[in-house]
């Protein structure tokens, strides 16, 4: 890139932040849109993400279709790349309030638009980015685990409800600046070795006390449910979903999902050498 050499195949390892984002739902607006009016929608979200994105440092690797792939750190170098993606996924979902803010206001948009969500994984670690393809035709991008997983976690952020899922390695470098709840233990489809998984909620700066006490009852129902203490970790999840932010087209909770969870596990207990983590089936 700086050495400003013509374009060729290869590839470069170095430690990265990946990051993917989808629409919701994303069949049920062609449906609801007819073709043209379905690609100005489009364009002018993509648009709209695109620049936070530009805005806070990262590359632009692809579109597909409603999906972003984007990453940070290559090919120019990214202080603090972990804390800018995860300021890039809180400000996407401002900014995806404002648009849906902005298309009620128009009035002619089919009422799924008005309610529309995006959901945001993040991992960072080693990969390897470069020119990738074919002598034809290449891709400037990115590969390996660390990639796979923020993928894993864009695609399985619906399983528990959340919107912003990433990685311990995030977690671990952001900390001290960002918001996070602890979401599982999990081992995700194709991989053997099992990770923590959080939801970014905020910035330490903007959490409010309702987050703060959400965030607090479920991580104590997360230890007594990895005590086995269902009826106990029942009780503290039945809290912490009377806190959840239940807004339109949010399928379901974690705090939601863990109540369902202790429920199968006191019928069929997992027994005593169990190690607390949830085996992904699914993408």
């Not at 062609?30 to 364009?43: K, Q």
């Not at 990214?78 to 300021?87: A, F, G, L, M, T």
């Not at 995030?170 to 990770?195: A, H, S, W």
Request: a negative charge; hydrophobic letters at 35%; charged letters at 25%.
């Amino acid at each position: 890139y700086e050495e400003k050499q013509a374009p060729k195949l290869g590839g470069v390892e170095g430690y990265h932040t990946a990051f993917f984002s989808d629409i919701q739902n994303f069949s049920t607006f062609s449906e609801a849109l007819d073709p043209e009016r379905m690609v100005a929608l489009m364009n002018e979200y993509l648009t709209v993400m695109s620049k936070v994105i530009l805005d806070n440092e990262g590359t632009l690797d692809k579109y597909i279709g409603d999906a972003i792939v984007a990453f940070y750190g290559a090919p120019v170098s990214v202080n603090d790349h972990e804390k800018k993606s995860c300021k890039t996924a809180l400000a996407m979902q401002d900014a995806l309030d404002e648009l849906r803010n902005k298309w009620k206001s128009e009035a002619d948009w089919p009422e799924i638009v008005y309610s529309m969500q995006h959901r945001i994984g993040l991992n960072c670690g080693k990969m390897v980015t470069g020119n990738m393809g074919s002598e034809m035709r290449m891709n400037y991008t990115m590969m390996g685990d660390t990639v796979n997983l923020a993928a894993r976690l864009e695609s399985s952020a619906k399983q528990y409800g959340v919107y912003n899922f990433v990685g311990e390695n995030i977690y671990e470098k952001t900390k001290d600046e960002y918001m996070f709840r602890l979401l599982d233990f999990v081992q995700v489809k194709g991989k053997n070795i099992p990770v923590k998984v959080y939801e970014l909620i905020s910035s330490k700066d903007d959490a409010d006390n309702n987050m703060v006490n959400l965030v607090k009852t479920f991580e104590n129902g997360l230890d007594l449910y990895y005590l086995q203490k269902w009826e106990k970790a029942i009780s503290l999840f039945q809290k912490a979903e009377d806190m959840e932010n239940h807004f339109t087209s949010r399928n379901t909770t974690p705090s939601a999902i863990y109540i369902d969870r202790c429920n199968m596990f006191k019928m069929n207990p997992p027994g005593k050498d169990w190690d607390g983590v949830w085996v992904m089936t699914s993408k």
